[in-house]
């Protein structure tokens, strides 16, 4: 199957820093990525849907000014969590959608985000 | 609101038993349907994706079947084997997904 590449893998941050991680789709081309949160033992939680070339689109309830997303080309989307506090520690999941008929999900290996 | 439920949350078994895995689902005009690993820590794998015009897909000892109509859908693993060992989810176009089922097989 297709390849999505998510970096960091896990980052430890203090309180008041931002951080990016970054979502790859390695041998294909995603025009919409997604961005997930996922609290233990409890399923995804969808924060929003990542256009290349447009402004991400935002679930209710999810800050947008907090978690900034760029989709700026077909191959990589970013999330940039600002001014990160210790309840957004969390594992963030990307996937990318495949541009074929089934519009199949292709999800990277997560990043687990402490901040201290 | 858009749920879907798995059952059973969880499920420890001998090494060989033949496992249905079950998915219910409140919106019946769903697009398609995939089902997912998930190891522990670690990002989704997906299994099987189903169509809403398919009843069914198969890979390996896996088969997912869909019925729109009673918004089910079941992942049948065939000759368990530790190496299933994960939680497995299901969601639909790409926004809604169950809480899982954490599957174990024990030698």
């Known amino acids: 199957g297709a390849v999505v590449s998510q970096h960091p893998s896990w980052v430890i941050c203090k309180s008041g820093t931002s951080v990016k991680i970054e979502c790859r789709s390695l041998?294909?081309?995603?025009?919409?990525m997604f961005w997930y949160r996922q609290f233990p033992k409890q399923s995804l939680m969808l924060m929003a849907t990542s256009n290349e070339g447009s402004k991400a689109t935002y679930e209710q309830g999810v800050e947008k000014d907090k978690f900034l997303i760029n989709h700026a080309s077909l191959t990589l989307s970013t999330l940039t969590v600002t001014s990160a506090h210790p309840e957004d520690s969390s594992f963030y999941i990307c996937?990318?959608?495949?541009?074929?008929?089934?519009?199949?999900?292709?999800f990277g290996e997560g990043s687990r985000l402490t901040v201290l | 609101k858009q749920e879907v439920t798995q059952i059973p949350a969880a499920l420890s078994v001998p090494e060989g038993e033949n496992l249905v895995l079950n998915c219910s689902f409140t919106?019946?005009?769903?697009?398609?349907l995939q089902w997912f690993r998930q190891d522990p820590g670690k990002g989704l794998t997906s299994l099987l994706l189903i169509q809403s015009s398919q009843r069914e897909q198969t890979s390996g000892r896996l088969n997912a079947s869909l019925d729109k109509s009673s918004g089910r859908s079941t992942l049948y693993i065939a000759a368990s084997q530790p190496g299933d060992s994960a939680t497995y989810l299901c969601g639909y176009d790409k926004l809604i997904f169950g809480t899982g089922t954490r599957l174990q097989v024990f030698p």
């Open positions: 041998d294909f081309q995603a025009t919409t």
């Open positions: 996937s990318a959608q495949s541009t074929g008929p089934t519009g199949e999900l292709f």
């Open positions: 919106d019946s005009a769903i697009y398609n």
